[in-house]
Nanobody, 120 residues
Framework: QVQLVESGGGLVQPGESLTLSCSASGLAFSIYALGWYRQSPGKQRELVAAITEGGTAHYADSAKGRFTISRDNAKNMVYLQMKSLKSEDTAVYYC??????????????WGQGTQVTVFS
């Protein structure tokens, strides 16, 4: 049984930083691409960042230059370092396991999400 457990969300002010973590179990972690999605009320879930099995990172335009995705295959962990946070980054953040073929394609493996709220 695949389990993805996100952590690290919280309340921050604009301009501050947060690092999200996702612990994975029940899958051959190193062979999957991984992604971070977010969803805010009334909006569709959107891909923020993805990292291939080989460690190549890809970002949504909204995340470029501010967010960094990384993975630690030895620990079955994926991270999302977020800097210069803005109010529009407020959302529930989810990690996902999938595959990358030109674009990121999610499998139906989702965690429960972690809330990030950026307020002034």
């Amino acid at each position: 049984q695949v389990q993805l457990v996100e952590s690290g969300g919280g309340l921050v002010q604009p301009g501050e930083s947060l690092t999200l973590s996702c612990s994975a179990s029940g899958l051959a972690f190193s062979i999957y691409a991984l992604g971070w999605y977010r969803q805010s009320p009334g909006k569709q879930r959107e891909l923020v960042a993805a990292i291939t099995e080989g460690g190549t990172a890809h970002y949504a335009d909204s995340a470029k230059g501010r967010f960094t995705i990384s993975r630690d295959n030895a620990k079955n962990m994926v991270y999302l370092q977020m800097k210069s946070l803005k109010s529009e980054d407020t959302a529930v953040y989810y990690c996902n396991a999938g595959y990358y073929s030109g674009t990121y394609n999610p499998y139906d493996f989702w965690g429960q999400g972690t809330q990030v709220t950026v307020f002034s």
